[in-house]
């Protein structure tokens, strides 16, 4: 049979249903039962149940985020003890609200649930930081703020994760940020070129111990005056 | 199906009673296992308050590319590690909102490079999702080959830097070799070694050439001659087994809170592998076995990766019996380019060429988050569209990345030629960690 050559099996083939949307299987599938739990616990701020492609989708209240987690990650019935991934979506539309998207599996069921927040324009971008439910939203939380601005409550640590600290352009996956950076590359590269490159330790790191007895003198006293370093 | 549970057969217990990892000296009883010894006596205190800041990376060898650990040291202990990523951001999710999805899967090697066929075929695999295709069943059999090859290909770059870290030498030279087959293997199906971009939404770039099975069978057949020639070398050498027993322990519970998955999570004794548990392109009909380690350290998941090897093999044998013959690609005309020969004499395969190229396909309103097991862990794909043939958001879930999250934990304690094996067992890829 030739590479690249077509056979017909779908909808040309004789006798046969076409694959559309509504004929695969994982459109049949049934809702996560945990879904119904989560209504049934906190009735008022569960919003929304879809299902869309065999995933079960909650829309949930951004202000009952964490409480949420702590119940399906604790209660016997739920065990959502593995914090898949934590991200944020913002659709092209500037009406739609940023979502927060949470992925919880329960590896002793083996259930996958989508848990979803909106937040919804012209409000502050905050969410509750579920740091102290699931450690592996340390740097899935860092990650996002670094990308989308959101500020989760409570992590011990939101700092930019992907770029550097002195960042200033803004926040690169958010809709209004465009593709080529918000700086022109003369702009980029002057701000490069400026910066020290003998601060190769941040603030918090220079406080560790006696490390900070160890620099050049003219560092420390840069350091003393409260400059940033470049990273 | 039973799980199989590798076991430690060594007599260390791994640390000693300050906590330090216990070195196994160079002698062998005449079973080839490591003879346990008395610690050596304490070394001498630690001046107090001496602390010492140093910095590994990013341009070091052994931290695998340009990752960074900022160490406080105490002595030659690590109290604390402050890592900094970012140094390869190329902002691949940015660039993914203005690009239709078939061309998305170019980006999909270049994150995890040493993985690059699987990326695609787990990109594929999200985006027919997201389109609600179903692939046909050649198609499924052919990924199945890729990925498989990829995990192997992965595994043996691991394999052989970790060797290297720890200053076995000769390994890496063997694993290598053998990586350079599957490479020849790549190349001849998909044209490129590294950047393969060998999917398709709805199938393959290409479909196998001829003869091409006769070359992965060979390598099938010989792959595991190799494999015990690293085993007979390593897994019971005392060097190694003192250099990786007892370092950067994760128990189950602490795994599974700090998110690690693949290997690393297996090897903490948590049996969750996503081809297993959620299975994907008929994982389920295949017969093979998920290694699970106890003790969740160092040398663990060198005995859990090693066995992943071995399954692969399995599996790509099986693979290879069952290829059924038929089509790659679904036919459908609106995701699916028309051959070029109809491209270029029927109006039809033409406006469907042109349209396929120019404006892309296009699913329908929805979302998908698909999770494959890559050689590192769950990778999952999530992507959102709004109808348009460009996604609304393309996030990777890169397992390595949450992996690597919990380095602090792991080295903390630890000495500081310890960070650079429990770095190495991680199996990072900063390609995939900063994106």
Known sequence: MSRFEVVRTGASAPDSQPATQRTVSHRTEPANPSAKALQEKFSSAVKRVEVIWGETVVYVDPAAVKQMMGWLHDDPSQRYDFLSDLTAVEYRDAEVPIEVVWHLRSLPYRRFLRIKAQIQKGQPLEIDSVYDIYRSADWLERECYDMFGIRFRGHPDLRRLLMWESYKEGFPLRKDFPLRGRFSRSEQLRQALAQNPEARYSMEELTIADAFAELPTDMRDRLSKGERTGE | MARRTVEVELSTSGLDAQGRPQRVPLVTNDGGTAVAVEPPPSVEPDLEGEHMLINLGPQHPA?????????????????????????????????????????????????????????????????????????????????????????????????????????????????????????????????????????????MAADIPNGWMDGLRQFIRTFPHTLDEIDRVLTKNAIWVGRTVGLGVMTPEEAINWGLS??????????????????????????????????????????????????????????????????????????ILPPKSKATSEMESMIHHFKNVMEGPRPPIGESYFAVESPKGEKGYYMVSDGTSKPVRWRIRPPSFVNLAAIPKMVEGHLLSDVIAINASIDIVMGEIDR
């Open chain 2, 63 to 203: 931290t695998h590319g340009v990752l960074r650990l900022v160490l406080e040291l105490d002595g030659e202990t690590v109290v604390r590690c402050i890592p900094h990523i970012g140094y390869l951001h190329c902002g691949f999710e940015k660039i993914g909102e203005y690009r239709q999805y078939n061309q998305i899967i170019c980006w999909t090697d270049r994150e995890d490079y040493l993985n690059s066929i699987g990326n695609n075929v787990a990109f594929a695999l999200g985006a027919e999702r997201l389109f609600g295709i179903e692939i046909t069943e050649r198609c499924k059999v052919l990924r199945v080959i890729a990925c498989e090859l990829s995990r192997i290909m992965s595994h043996l770059v691991w394999l052989g830097t970790f060797c290297i870290d720890i200053g076995a030498f000769t390994p890496f030279l063997w694993a290598f070799q053998r990586r350079e087959e599957i490479y020849r293997l790549i190349e001849k199906w998909v044209g490129a070694r590294l950047t393969t971009s060998a999917t398709r939404v709805g199938g």
């Open chain 2, 262 to 335: 693949g290997p690393m999570l297996r090897a903490s004794g948590v049996d969750y592998d996503v081809r297993k548990d959620f299975p994907y392109l008929d994982y389920e009909t295949y017969d093979f076995e998920v290694p699970v380690g106890t003790n969740g350290d160092v040398y663990d998941r060198y005995l859990v990766r090693f066995e992943e090897l071995r399954q692969s093999v399995r599996i790509l044998q099986q693979a290879a019996d069952r290829l059924p013959d038929g089509p790659v690609n679904i036919d459908d005309p609106r995701v």
